[in-house]
């Protein structure tokens, strides 16, 4: 992994060339971090003082790499907030390459790469893998909730099935079943459940267009039994990129990303430590220098892109 460092004089990351680059685009003006909204102060000024500093990156081989990419200092600026529709992993990741990509072919490239590699994989790795999406989209709802308040599933419908599953669920109301709970039932026999690799391409692949094969369904849980279903009629709804998208995006385009966390005062942290660089190295070879995201908190499900300027 590249190496990334914060000090007095700079700020560091550490970090592949695209096989097929997209045309960049012209390079944005820099924005204030203190005109980016919901910030606190404490991160508007460490924000700050890392922009104003620098991000240094070294490349992971060291002198084996290419002169130009062994140590390069990046300026770090907001790029601006994207639509938070779902697709905003993929909006902010073609705002942070400054490319001519659409979002949804971004999407549709990372899905693809992701099946590759979960192909070559060994067993064990691929369990580890289904493991990881299962706990994120399938939770066990009988254990978690020292954890979590509430636990969210995920499934799939397939867009041409609605009307049987309209059918079988108004046959359950007929029998006196609220329709909440029918509908319950309904799709989680029926529905795919996100819950291993094959599952998630298929969940990662819907962007809420009409193009989409399927519908995603969630259902929110607390420790008491169901408290919403989201049925998702108008088809809309699409998948949030994931730690395994981004990983899968790094892989394509053989740069690391590193998604750039800010915390509040509700995380308890000093200002000092309040920002986190958190890596996500591809699983071949580093060509080209990082990609930066930024969320705002823990939390934060909508990735923004960051400007870089050497």
Not at 187 to 195: F, G, H, L, Q, S
Request: hydrophobic share 35%; aromatic share 6%; charged share 25%.
């Amino acid at each position: 992994m590249g190496k990334l460092y914060c000090h007095s004089s700079s700020v560091g990351v550490g970090g592949d060339t695209l096989l097929q680059p997209p045309t960049p685009t012209k390079d944005p003006q820099p924005v204030s971090w203190a005109k980016v909204r919901g910030l606190e102060d404490q991160q508007v000024r460490r924000l700050t003082k890392i922009q104003q500093r620098g991000v240094l990156w070294k490349h992971p081989e060291g002198n084996s790499a290419p002169a130009a990419t062994r140590s390069i200092v990046f300026r770090l600026s907001h790029d601006g907030e994207v639509e938070a529709d779902g697709n905003c992993l993929f909006n902010a990741s073609v705002k942070a390459m400054r490319c001519n990509l659409d979002a949804r072919e971004l999407r549709r490239r990372t899905v693809k790469r992701f099946l590759e590699d979960l192909a070559s994989l060994t067993v064990a790795e691929r369990e580890a893998v289904d493991s990881e999406i299962k706990h994120m989209y399938s939770p066990d709802l009988e254990s978690g909730w020292g954890v979590h308040d509430i636990q969210e599933l995920k499934l799939l419908a397939r867009k041409v099935d609605r009307d049987s599953l309209d059918s079988a669920i108004a046959e359950l109301v007929c029998l006196g079943i609220p329709r909440e709970l029918a509908a319950e039932s309904i799709y989680k026999e029926r529905c795919i459940a996100v819950d291993n690799g094959s599952s998630w391409a298929k969940y990662m692949a819907t962007s809420g267009s009409k193009d989409d094969e399927y519908h995603i369904i969630a259902m929110q849980y607390s420790e008491w039994g169901l408290l919403s279903l989201d049925e998702n009629r108008d088809g809309h709804a699409a998948a949030f990129g994931d730690d395994l998208a981004i990983l899968s995006l790094a892989t394509e385009f053989k740069r690391e990303v590193f998604v750039v966390q800010a915390h509040g005062l509700d995380a308890m942290v000093e200002e000092e430590n309040c920002v986190f660089f958190l890596p996500h190295r591809p699983r071949g070879p580093i060509c080209e220098p990082p990609i930066f995201l930024f969320m705002k908190g823990t939390d934060g499900v909508e990735p923004e892109p960051i400007t870089m300027s050497p």
